[in-house]
């Protein structure tokens, strides 16, 4: 009985790398949840209280890993928030205003993300949908590009830095990465391609993108906590430590290298292997019959 | 506006208890997490509340 019936330990490390380095890099992670089990013929039941309480547990990794990632900024940021609300005022120091630029941005994907997200779910977490979603993440990330390009290349707009956005432009990009409630939109591309379009350069729309997605796994995870003590948990609990762990490990490796890769490259390379990704999981569904 | 933050704040504090307690009739039942979401909403328009007031003696 024990796990085979939930997640075999195997799967659960496949699972748990595909978590670490899909939540951060723009290809959506739960799009390859979604898909990468049932292209296998997995017998995984994504529907049990084990297997939920083992993909908290991944999330918890995950986040716990951009926390170490960004510890420095975060106590910064958490100090200029705290030094502008005893002031009243948000100053022009810039961790004050990345601070409330995260505010900003995390509202509205935690209002749509709590009303919205059973519904959206329930309408679309089937391969066959993830698949072509998956192929507009690609298709929107290379529009997002060619956007920018004209606005900056060919008119010669301005950059701006983080730290420069109003606070409507992280409301902005907040409504971006509330695209990802759809499976197979990656929240990290989309707000990527946000910041892009309101003047940062690919590293600051990187960096943004990381800091916002730390509250917003870590709250996501802590809200299911309680999934961690179901009745059935236990039987996953070593597949959800081993797992949790190596979330953990490739998702500051992912950050790691995704901070540096946005210094000088763009968001192509992870647009065309989304389109191809999705494109050939749509071929290979339609013609098992999975969908 | 200040007022209206904290009407918004009082609204949302409302709602959050509703939740809370299972009285929204959508979507049906109780509702932790839309309630916790509320009540940081409440909690965001008194941090509004305070900017506005800040701002106003200055």
């Not at chain 1, 993300?113 to 089937?126: D, T």
């Not at chain 1, 391969?127 to 956007?147: I, K």
């Not at chain 1, 191809?276 to 071929?283: D, K, M, Y």
Request: aromatic fraction near 10%; proline fraction near 4%; charged fraction near 15%.
């Amino acid at each position: 009985m024990r796990t085979d019936a939930v997640v075999t330990f195997v799967q659960a490390m496949l699972l748990a790398v595909l978590q670490g380095v899909s939540e951060l890099f723009p290809i959506s992670s739960l799009g390859h949840t979604v898909l990468v089990p049932a292209l296998f013929r997995w017998n995984v039941d994504e529907g049990s209280d084990a297997f939920l309480a083992f993909v908290v547990a991944l999330h918890l990794g995950t986040a716990l890993a951009l926390v170490a990632f960004y510890g420095r900024d975060w106590l910064a940021l958490a100090r200029g928030l705290l030094a502008s609300l005893v002031r009243g005022r948000i100053g022009e120091e810039p961790n004050e205003r990345v601070a409330w630029l995260l505010v900003a941005g995390t509202v509205p994907v935690a209002v749509l993300g709590v009303l919205l997200e059973s519904s959206v779910k329930r309408l679309f977490a089937a391969p066959l949908p993830v698949s072509l979603f998956l192929v507009a993440n690609g298709g929107l990330m290379l529009l997002g590009e060619r956007l920018r390009r004209r606005q900056h290349v060919n008119a010669g707009h301005p950059y701006r830095a983080l730290d420069r956005l109003g606070m409507r432009d992280g409301v902005l990009v907040g409504l971006a990465q509330s695209l990802a409630l759809l499976p197979g939109i990656s929240r990290s591309g989309a707000a990527i391609v946000a910041g892009l379009l309101r003047d940062l350069r690919h590293e600051d729309a990187a960096r943004y993108s990381f800091l916002l997605a730390t509250p917003v796994i870590f709250a996501a995870a802590a809200l299911e906590i309680p999934k961690l003590f179901a009745p059935d948990a236990h039987v996953v609990l070593v597949e959800a430590l081993a797992g949790a762990a190596l979330a953990g490990v490739t998702a500051y490796a992912s950050v790691a290298f995704l901070t540096r890769w946005f210094r000088h490259n763009d968001l192509s390379p992870f647009a065309w292997y989304c389109i191809v990704a999705g494109g050939l999981a749509f071929a290979l569904l339609v013609t098992k019959g999975i969908a | 506006m200040k007022q209206v933050a904290v009407i918004l704040a009082v609204v949302f504090l409302i709602v959050a208890v509703l939740y809370w307690t299972g009285h929204m009739p959508w979507p049906p039942g109780v509702h932790t997490k839309h309630g916790i979401l509320f009540a940081v909403l409440a909690l965001l328009c008194l941090v509004w509340y305070r900017f506005q007031s800040a701002s106003s003696t200055r």
